[in-house]
T-cell receptor, first 112, second 113 residues
Framework: NAGVTQTPKFQVLKTGQSMTLQCAQDMNHNSMYWYRQDPGMGLRLIYY???????DKGEVPNGYNVSRLNKREFSLRLESAAPSQTSVYFC???????????FGQGTRLTVV | SQKIEQNSEALNIQEGKTATLTCNYTNYSPAYLQWYRQDPGRGPVFLLLIRENEKEKRKERLKVTFDTTLKQSLFHITASQPADSATYLC????????????FGSGTRLSIRP
């Protein structure tokens, strides 16, 4: 089973460039999440999606947009990258009710 | 403001001892609380979940307690081993009609032989 798959694994962007991080899960989960993790800090929730067609802001949504394309896929877009967005980004999904989150392997993004 | 706090410093203990990690939260009313393990360069991996109406949960050498009055969870690893060295993350699920999972900053645990 693939679980949660993120692409790309590594990316370097110049300030002002845009890019989309892709995430797909094959567990038929309703909820999907995007987090960022900075050194010495835990995971901070950027956006989440409770079901196909719905998205909500998390703790740190500024500078990001998301799309829940279908039940499987949840993408994160940086329209104009800034050095402050240098981070490791994790996508996760969880099922209905009292269940845990499953994480992808992460995308290490550097904005120069 | 809403906050989840874990032991801010790394925890360094001797093999065989019990490691105890703390998670405190303010201004949240979580439906349940989870603990995850994260190894360097990897995504977090789920360990245990405890619901708001449960006081304690066990799984092998792991034990979690949840006190909603104190707004605190304790995570214990008994008979600790060097392989238990990792960062441990506390997470709250603010579940109502759907999950919204928020994480603490994590505690780095090192078990020395």
């Amino acid at each position: 089973n693939a679980g949660v798959t993120q692409t790309p694994k590594f990316q370097v962007l110049k300030t002002g460039q845009s890019m989309t991080l892709q995430c797909a899960q094959d567990m038929n989960h309703n909820s999907m999440y995007w987090y960022r993790q900075d050194p010495g800090m835990g995971l901070r929730l950027i956006y989440y999606s409770a079901s196909e067609g719905t998205t909500d802001k998390g703790e740190v949504p500024n500078g990001y947009n998301v799309s829940r394309l279908n039940k499987r896929e949840f993408s994160l877009r940086l329209e104009s990258a800034a050095p402050s967005q240098t981070s490791v980004y994790f996508c996760a999904s969880s099922g209905q009710g009292y269940t845990e989150a499953f994480f992808g392997q992460g995308t290490r993004l550097t904005v120069v | 403001s809403q906050k989840i706090e874990q032991n801010s410093e790394a925890l360094n203990i001797q093999e065989g001892k019990t490691a105890t990690l703390t998670c405190n939260y303010t201004n949240y009313s979580p439906a349940y609380l989870q603990w995850y393990r994260q190894d360097p360069g990897r995504g977090p991996v789920f360990l245990l979940l405890i619901r708001e109406n449960e006081k304690e949960k066990r799984k092998e050498r792991l034990k979690v307690t949840f006190d909603t009055t104190l707004k605190q969870s304790l995570f214990h690893i008994t008979a600790s081993q060097p392989a238990d060295s990792a960062t441990y993350l506390c997470a709250l699920d603010l579940y109502s009609s759907a999950s919204k999972i928020i994480f603490g900053s994590g505690t780095r645990l090192s078990i020395r032989p």
